[in-house]
């Protein structure tokens, strides 16, 4: 709950969920990043379920959100 003197909008909150979701997708995909470029084994895992990141850059991003 926000205190009485706090001078944050809802507009800042928005923006604040809007960028927490972006962060966790930016993190989620260099992780993802990392692993398809310097593990052999990790790199032939995501291209076998590569369908799969689009829907896990969604609930990455809701996740984030609310954290």
């Known amino acids: 709950m926000a205190s009485k003197n706090s001078t944050e ?11 927490a979701g972006l ?18 084994i990790g790199k032939l895992i995501i291209e076998g379920h590569s ?3 689009p829907a896990s850059v969604a609930v990455i991003f809701v996740a984030a959100r609310h954290v």
């Open 9 to 19: 909008t809802v507009s800042d909150a928005l923006w604040m969920s809007l960028f």
């Open 23 to 40: 962060g966790g997708v930016f993190i989620a995909l260099l992780l993802l990043g990392g692993f398809y470029l310097f593990d052999p």
């Open 51 to 53: 369908s799969y990141v």
